[in-house]
């Protein structure tokens, strides 16, 4: 089955230590997006690559940082420079831009 | 730049009703536009999406939209709303040329038994 994995579910963290959220997907897409997903405020979106070993800031980067080696895998690290790093983030890929994105299951980080 | 205003974030229906969630965009070029459903603690499912053929557009669940020029709208409706709707559903646009979906704030659909 073709989708996108993200791993773990759950991940607890103490302040002051970076964390690296896991996406996967074995789609064949080009194009990942890393969201943030906050109660009210909808999708937000950290970063973007559309072709490997390329990634773009997206509207709220700041204390995230990205990596795309493989066409399959973005992963993405919240530093601890990130000031309220407590969501649930989504992965998504898309074929390409503008069309529609995939997505998958979520991590749901909390930091105390 | 392109926007997304989704009327109400929260929606209640009764079983059987009609369920109707608004969304009204903003886009400098001719949108591409998307409904996307989210049950709690899960990933965003495409129901539906508008690219500029038919602007009556069907997606999955019985759910459809219409695309409407003269009023900036992409409405997502069901003529009969099931307890399995009871979702967080979101409107997001997209155009040639931009690589980035916008999202809306959401709607929260309940369905009252």
């Known amino acids: 089955d073709g989708g996108i994995t993200q791993s773990p579910k759950y991940l607890f963290r103490k302040e002051g230590q970076n964390v690296t959220l896991s996406c996967e997907q074995n789609l064949n897409h080009d194009a990942m997006y890393w969201y943030r997903q906050d109660p009210g405020q909808g999708l937000r979106l950290i970063y973007y690559s559309q072709i490997v070993n390329d990634f773009q800031k997206g509207d709220i980067a700041e204390g995230y940082s990205v990596s795309r080696e493989k066409k399959e895998s973005f992963p993405l690290t919240v530093t601890s420079a990130q000031k309220n790093p407590t969501a649930f983030y989504l992965c998504?890929?898309?074929?390409?831009?503008?069309?529609?994105?995939?997505f998958g299951p979520g991590t749901r980080l909390t930091v105390t | 730049a392109q926007s997304v205003t989704q009327l109400g974030s929260h929606v209640s229906v009764s079983e059987g009703a009609l369920v109707l969630l608004r969304c009204n965009y903003s886009s400098s070029v001719p949108p591409y536009l998307f409904w996307y459903v989210q049950y709690p603690n899960q990933g965003l499912q495409l129901l539906l999406k508008y690219t500029s053929a038919a602007t009556l557009v069907k997606g999955i669940n019985g759910f459809e939209a219409e695309f409407k020029k003269s009023e900036t709208s992409f409405h997502l409706t069901k003529p009969s709303a099931h307890m399995s709707d009871a979702a967080e559903y979101f409107c997001a646009v997209s155009g040639p040329g931009n690589e980035k979906l916008t999202f809306g704030t959401g709607t929260r659909l309940t369905i009252i038994p």
């Open positions: 998504a890929s898309s074929v390409d831009s503008p069309y529609e994105q995939y």
